[in-house]
């Protein structure tokens, strides 16, 4: 027996067949699926927050305490808040390492910024 390890597709054009391309893995940016996969995949990181940010040890970003606010997703865009402390954020990071390792989804660190406002002494 033997496995296929290699796809190759052609499109069929009024019973004619043209060209050939290889089939990869993962969604392209603009197929129709990629927005309800992404709102899928945000479900459940928002869920793990909620989770994460539960204990004692979580600080919230002053200005969201009140609504509880961790996170707001906009298109592919990801914004995390929290005070700056040492152990909120490093509940948040873990979350997003966690988060990474189940769904293969990873940050873009060349894409990505932290902004930290009156924050003294961080290392």
Do not use: W
């Amino acid at each position: 027996m033997e496995c296929v390890s290699t796809a190759s597709f052609s499109v069929s054009l009024n019973g004619s067949l043209y060209g050939f391309f290889k089939g990869m893995r993962g969604i392209r940016q603009g197929d129709p699926m990629s927005p309800l996969l992404f709102v899928i995949c945000l479900e459940y990181f928002s869920r793990l927050l909620k989770v994460r940010t539960s204990g004692p040890n979580f600080n919230f970003h002053p200005q969201c305490a009140s609504l509880g606010i961790t996170h707001l997703a906009y298109a592919d865009d990801l914004m995390l808040f929290s005070r700056g402390d040492k152990f909120s954020i490093e509940i948040l990071v873990t979350a997003l390492k966690d988060f990474g390792d189940v769904s293969g989804l990873r940050v873009n660190h060349d894409k990505s910024n932290i902004f930290l406002g009156g924050v003294m002494g961080f290392e």
